[in-house]
């Protein structure tokens, strides 16, 4: 078994006709994996690397990503959407049911630093929710995988602290965060995708932020966060939506309900 295997954090939820979504999940951690492997290789042998939109960085390996990742998931699901960073957004996607969000290598930053908090991104969504998220690290060979078609939030429980929260490492760097909780220490880690899928298999008290994200960098770590009972909601508390025409997230809070529910209290007080 390799090491990662046991990470494959969550199994098949069942429906009452049986599995859902139990081929897309295994083309989907299949397409990870071969993605994963590419990105490695091309880190190991030295890349090419630019800027686009300013400041933002991108590699070939987030094209070599992208382009494998689409192949992979549209070949045999092509009636599916397409919401990619390194794809040209269209308005076709919007008319579609199924949806695939992906980022091909979400941590570029970390990726092309060598340290090993990036991952491959992969969700789907259904009619704008989240029911299937892969996450895979190439440099730990972690891989988180669910589907959340029948999951269940979480009882909510009072919160004791010390709260362990998962932040960016800029925003833990230059200590811009929202307010957090008494007892709250924060943790800095690249890729948001891979904080995500670090707090839905029970590293970490919640992962937050008050700054906007794109869909692709959080569909697949929400759907896994969902698939373990977690809360997840935009910064304002509202239920996080995907496949709209603005593919924009409104800051993220995602923790079990009771702390949620603490922080957002909290966060209320300074609106």
Same mark, same amino acid.
């Given at each position: 078994?390799?090491?990662?295997?046991?990470?494959?954090?969550?199994?098949?939820? $069942?429906?009452?006709?049986?599995?859902?979504?139990?081929?897309?999940?295994?083309?989907?951690?299949? *397409?990870? #994996? =071969?993605?994963?492997? =590419?990105?490695?290789?091309?880190?190991?042998?030295?890349? #090419?690397?630019?800027?686009?939109?300013?400041?933002?960085?991108?590699? =070939?390996?987030?094209?070599?990503?992208?382009?494998?990742?689409?192949? *992979?998931?549209?070949?045999?699901?092509?009636? *599916?959407?397409?919401?990619?960073?390194?794809?040209?957004?269209?308005?076709?996607?919007?008319?579609? %049911?199924?949806?695939?969000?992906?980022?091909? !290598?979400?941590?570029?930053?970390?990726?092309?630093? +060598? !340290?090993? =908090?990036?991952?491959?991104?992969? +969700?789907?969504?259904?009619?704008?929710?989240?029911?299937?998220?892969?996450?895979?690290?190439?440099?730990?060979?972690?891989?988180?995988?669910?589907?959340?078609?029948?999951?269940?939030?979480?009882?909510?429980?009072?919160?004791?602290?010390?709260?362990?929260?998962?932040?960016?490492?800029? %925003?833990?760097?230059?200590?811009?965060?929202?307010?957090?909780?008494?007892?709250?220490?924060?943790?800095?880690?690249?890729?948001?995708?891979?904080?995500?899928?670090?707090?839905?298999?029970?590293?970490?008290?919640?992962?937050?932020?008050?700054?906007?994200?794109?869909?692709?960098?959080?569909?697949?770590?929400?759907?896994?966060?969902?698939?373990? +009972?977690?809360?997840?909601?935009?910064?304002?508390?509202?239920? !996080? #939506?995907?496949?709209?025409? $603005?593919?924009?997230?409104?800051?993220?809070? *995602?923790?079990?309900?009771?702390?949620?529910?603490?922080? #957002?209290?909290?966060?209320?007080?300074? $609106?």
């Amino acid at each position: 078994m390799r090491r990662s295997d046991r990470r494959l954090s969550f199994p098949l939820r $069942q429906h009452k006709d049986g599995p859902v979504f139990d081929e897309e999940l295994k083309v989907a951690v299949a *397409a990870a #994996r =071969e993605a994963g492997a =590419e990105v490695l290789r091309l880190r190991n042998s030295g890349l #090419r690397y630019g800027h686009k939109g300013g400041w933002e960085l991108v590699s =070939e390996a987030d094209l070599r990503a992208a382009e494998m990742l689409h192949h *992979a998931l549209t070949r045999p699901f092509p009636d *599916a959407g397409w919401l990619s960073e390194e794809h040209v957004d269209t308005s076709d996607r919007l008319g579609k %049911e199924r949806v695939w969000v992906v980022d091909p !290598i979400d941590g570029t930053r970390e990726y092309l630093m +060598g !340290i090993p =908090e990036y991952a491959i991104s992969v +969700g789907l969504v259904v009619e704008g929710a989240p029911v299937l998220g892969v996450v895979y690290n190439p440099a730990s060979d972690e891989l988180h995988a669910a589907t959340c078609d029948d999951a269940v939030e979480a009882e909510a429980r009072d919160p004791k602290p010390p709260y362990d929260v998962l932040v960016g490492r800029n %925003e833990h760097g230059y200590d811009d965060l929202p307010p957090l909780p008494a007892g709250a220490v924060s943790r800095g880690v690249g890729s948001v995708a891979y904080r995500l899928a670090l707090l839905a298999s029970g590293t970490g008290s919640a992962v937050l932020t008050g700054y906007g994200r794109h869909e692709w960098d959080v569909a697949a770590g929400v759907a896994l966060c969902l698939a373990s +009972g977690l809360r997840v909601t935009d910064a304002l508390g509202e239920p !996080i #939506r995907f496949n709209q025409p $603005q593919p924009f997230v409104r800051g993220l809070l *995602a923790a079990e309900p009771g702390l949620h529910q603490h922080i #957002r209290g909290l966060w209320e007080r300074y $609106q």
